[in-house]
Nanobody, 125 residues
Framework: QVRLVESGGGLVQAGGSLRLSCAAS????????MGWFRQAPGKERELVAAISSSGGSTYYPDSLKGRFTISRDNAKNTVYLQTNSLKVEDTATYYC??????????????????WGQGTQVTVSS
């Protein structure tokens, strides 16, 4: 069973940056597409970024392009989310998710098989 552990969240002022990390257990990480989602209180979970198993293909919602960057290091079984120019509305719990099989990226939460426990990002004005 794959386990995901997120880290790197915290409190940051608007305009600041955070780098989130998601460490995965298991030897099949390099074959698994990964994604970052977020959920704010009272709102639905939404996709932040997705990456293919090789890291060669990524996807971002238009609203986040240019501010967030997803990457992965398959040798370290880790996926990252670099968040820049943070806004108050980016405040949410950020979740890492993985899919057992696939070569492309996946944008729907229902397409992912396992999830981390989440890391809180709070952006103050």
């Amino acid at each position: 069973q794959v386990r995901l552990v997120e880290s790197g969240g915290g409190l940051v002022q608007a305009g600041g940056s955070l780098r989130l990390s998601c460490a995965a257990s298991g030897r099949t990480f390099r074959s698994q597409p990964m994604g970052w989602f977020r959920q704010a209180p009272g709102k639905e979970r939404e996709l932040v970024a997705a990456i293919s198993s090789s890291g060669g293909s990524t996807y971002y919602p238009d609203s986040l392009k240019g501010r967030f960057t997803i990457s992965r290091d398959n040798a370290k079984n880790t996926v990252y989310l670099q968040t820049n120019s943070l806004k108050v509305e980016d405040t949410a719990t950020y979740y890492c998710a993985g899919r057992l099989y696939g070569s492309t990226w996946y944008g729907d939460a229902a397409e992912y098989d396992y999830w981390g426990q989440g890391t809180q990002v709070t952006v103050s004005s």
